[in-house]
T-cell receptor, first 111, second 115 residues
Framework: DTGVSQNPRHKITKRGQNVTFRCDPI?????LYWYRQTLGQGPEFLTY????????KSRLLSDRFSAERPKGSFSTLEIQRTEQGDSAMYLC?????????FGPGTRLTVL | AQSVTQLGSHVSVSEGALVLLRCNYS??????LFWYVQYPNQGLQLLLK??????LVKGINGFEAEFKKSETSFHLTKPSAHMSDAAEYFC?????????????FGKGTRLHILP
């Protein structure tokens, strides 16, 4: 088990383009979380899944954001029509217990 | 609702000196409390957690924290700072029960170690 992995690690895109990030959780973990971290701030909760069910979405998750976890394993986070304000580090975490294990993050830069 | 306040966005200590990072939380239900560390361009690593039981919890790299319910605090300490401790530290809280176990993070404290 190599921990939580995220791909890509870095993404640079132009405003208006769509981007998709992938998260592979620790294999036996049934819960998966997405957070967003902007410069100088702590991570902010976006959404979480228990198995394939998306149980909660933050109001930070606008209509342009969608997350899926189709088979209860890996998850994708898609941002449509990116805006400069979407530039941030997107972190994924997984858990089986109260402790969440974080991936290295995907840093998104929107030009 | 839950929230976390970390006192001091930057803390500087000399190598070998005591490290004290302050954290106060607000929670209407019994909390779980965490300290995470983040090195540049990396994800978060769990230092320690409080769930139930002993209020003084020990973590990795010589860090410890004490849960004080009466003060709603969960301060992080280390007796002797090392240069390798320079990083961003986040205090965090989640609910102790129920489905809503997302973690609420503080804004972070950047720890600087002076030679």
């Amino acid at each position: 088990d190599t921990g939580v992995s995220q791909n890509p690690r870095h993404k640079i895109t132009k405003r208006g383009q769509n981007v998709t990030f992938r998260c592979d959780p620790i294999s036996e973990h049934n819960r998966l979380y997405w957070y967003r971290q902007t410069l100088g701030q702590g991570p902010e909760f976006l959404t979480y899944f228990q198995n394939e069910a998306q149980l909660e979405k933050s109001r930070l998750l606008s209509d342009r954001f969608s997350a899926e976890r189709p088979k209860g394993s890996f998850s994708t986070l898609e941002i449509q029509r990116t805006e400069q304000g979407d530039s941030a580090m997107y972190l994924c975490a997984s858990s089986l217990t109260p402790e969440q294990f974080f991936g290295p993050g995907t840093r998104l830069t929107v030009l | 609702a839950q929230s976390v306040t970390q006192l001091g966005s930057h803390v500087s200590v000399s190598e070998g000196a005591l490290v004290l990072l302050r954290c106060n939380y607000s929670s209407s239900v019994p909390p779980y409390l965490f300290w995470y560390v983040q090195y540049p361009n990396q994800g978060l690593q769990l230092l320690l957690k409080y769930t139930t039981g002993a209020t003084l919890v020990k973590g990795i790299n010589g860090f410890e924290a004490e849960f004080k319910k009466s003060e709603t605090s969960f301060h992080l300490t280390k007796p002797s700072a090392h240069m390798s401790d320079a990083a961003e530290y986040f205090c965090a809280v989640s609910r102790a029960m129920g489905r809503d176990d997302k973690i609420i993070f503080g804004k972070g404290t950047r720890l600087h170690i002076l030679p």
